[in-house]
């Protein structure tokens, strides 16, 4: 990786050798309280010469009911007294402790489950609280005797998913809800599109309310596990491949009003980002992704959709739940309205990615997806233009999975690049070619 004049210290916030003790002696979880792994590296978001948040992970046991977590933002040597000031003359409600100024490395560290941008989850963590606050007509209207909590997954600075386990009078058995807490008004859209879609798509975890007060999406229990690549793997007979097209397919669909959009614009733009970002994390591919990226745009599609389709935009592996007959979608936070090639490309992409990432060949991918997308026509009723997808998979390739590791400095996905940009390069090989009866994706 190359170094950012703005961030000397990079390569010491990324070291959890170095980072595991300061966070023990900060956030008092020695190993007299607590025992197993020890700290991890978690979430990285970087935009060089502009941030580096960091997000640690407590791996081992501990006498805190939550999952430890700990988030760094580096800040110029320079700066970072003047950063920390400043951030405590915004929350001078903070709790001791919450906010830590750590001059070695410069950064300044949030402990869970205070957050910079999300005020209100150490509120969500309190029972007391929330069992009250759970009764209140906006919100589910019922008497909460008492209630567990869980954190699913956690986004320093974003959102944070917590599973609640509910013990009411009325009924013998714990009724779960889940409620996601986001740093803006964002989840109030996500509710309006929720709500749109709960008569219609009936694949996907209802919404039950938005509490403006916290910013929080209340929502209710999805059964079944995440997609995972070994499942996929594991399915000879491809009904798991079915029922992906089938239920990307009834997504898109829906019809629901929003003023979200993705468009071709937004790839290109994507596209036009990553050779950048690329010259300052890993200068020694950017020469290789810009050839990529500029043989693309020479062949870009000229053709618009002329019915937008509703979009998941988050399409992985993990946001589909599989109960043993049906799969749904779980993390509706990027539906909007688009081209319906974007959102099939962009599940391919990540197809491809989980295969890599899990040691599989490309080759033994390709049928897997050539599954998808039959299934996918099948149930859309309608034909495909084969070359203007294959163009959005080559893109989402480059945009999506590369600039992705990028960003996140994913050391076992940048390992990989150089398999990303050649299977990228295959499909906008096949871009051209010529479309016969029988014709498949790839």
């Not at 170094?3 to 000397?8: E, I, K, L, S, W």
């Given at each position: 990786?190359?170094?950012?004049?703005?961030?000397?210290?990079?390569?010491?916030?990324?070291?959890?050798?170095?980072?595991?003790?300061?966070?023990d002696w900060l956030l008092e979880c020695a190993s007299s309280q607590s025992s197993g792994n020890g700290w991890q590296i978690g979430e990285k978001r970087y935009k060089p010469g502009k941030s580096l948040l960091v997000g640690y992970r407590w791996t081992g046991q501990s006498n805190n009911p939550h999952t430890r977590f700990a988030t760094g933002r580096l800040c110029s040597p320079a700066e970072v007294n003047r950063e920390f000031e400043r951030e405590l003359a915004k929350r001078p409600d903070l709790a001791k402790g919450a906010l830590t100024l750590l001059q070695h490395p410069a950064m300044l560290v949030w402990a869970f489950p205070y957050d910079r941008k999300l005020r209100h989850l150490p509120t969500l963590l309190d029972h007391q609280a929330m069992a009250i606050r759970l009764q209140a007509p906006d919100l589910l209207g019922m008497p909460v005797e008492s209630l567990q909590s869980e954190v699913l997954h956690y986004l320093a600075e974003r959102s944070c998913m917590i599973r609640y386990r509910l013990h009411t009078a009325a009924a013998a058995q714990p009724r779960l809800v889940y409620a996601k807490i986001y740093a803006d008004d964002a989840g109030r859209e996500t509710f309006a599109?929720?709500?749109?879609?709960?008569?219609t798509f009936s694949w996907g975890a209802e919404a039950?309310?938005?509490?403006?007060?916290?910013?929080?999406?209340?929502?209710?229990?999805?059964?079944?596990?995440?997609?995972?690549?070994t499942a996929l793997q594991a399915d000879s007979d491809g009904i798991l491949a079915d029922q992906m097209g089938q239920c990307v397919a009834d997504l898109q669909a829906c019809r629901i009003d929003t003023a979200r959009r993705y468009t071709q614009a937004d790839v290109v733009q994507g596209l036009l980002a990553t050779p950048t970002l690329a010259e300052q994390v890993r200068p020694e591919w950017a020469g290789r992704i810009a050839r990529s990226v500029n043989s693309l745009l020479d062949q870009e599609p000229r053709q618009t959709p002329s019915d937008l389709a509703t979009l998941h935009h988050d399409?992985?592996?993990?946001?589909?739940?599989?109960?043993?007959?049906?799969?749904?979608?779980?993390?509706?936070?990027?539906?909007?309205?688009?081209?319906?090639?974007?959102?099939?490309?962009?599940?391919?992409?990540?197809?491809?990615?989980?295969?890599?990432?899990?040691?599989?060949?490309?080759?033994s991918i390709h049928p897997l997806v050539n599954r998808l997308v039959l299934s996918y026509q099948r149930h859309?009723?309608?034909?495909?233009?084969?070359?203007?997808?294959?163009?959005?998979?080559?893109?989402?390739?480059?945009?999506?999975?590369?600039?992705?590791?990028?960003?996140?400095?994913?050391?076992?996905?940048?390992?990989?690049?150089?398999?990303?940009?050649?299977?990228?390069?295959?499909?906008a090989a096949r871009c051209g070619q010529a479309i016969g009866v029988d014709d498949v994706l790839i």
């Open positions: 990786m190359s170094q950012d004049p703005q961030f000397p210290q990079m390569s010491e916030a990324l070291n959890p050798t170095l980072m595991g003790p300061l966070l599109v929720m709500r749109q879609l709960n008569g039950l309310a938005f509490d403006a007060e916290t910013l929080t999406l209340w929502q209710s229990h999805l059964p079944g596990q995440a997609l995972t690549w399409l992985k592996l993990n946001n589909f739940l599989y109960d043993g007959q049906r799969l749904g979608l779980i993390d509706m936070d990027c539906v909007c309205l688009g081209d319906p090639l974007l959102d099939l490309a962009s599940l391919i992409a990540n197809i491809y990615l989980n295969g890599i990432r899990d040691a599989a060949s490309i080759e859309r009723r309608q034909v495909l233009n084969l070359a203007d997808l294959r163009w959005q998979v080559s893109a989402a390739l480059i945009h999506e999975v590369v600039r992705r590791s990028l960003r996140q400095l994913d050391e076992t996905r940048l390992k990989q690049i150089k398999r990303y940009l050649a299977l990228s390069d295959i499909y």
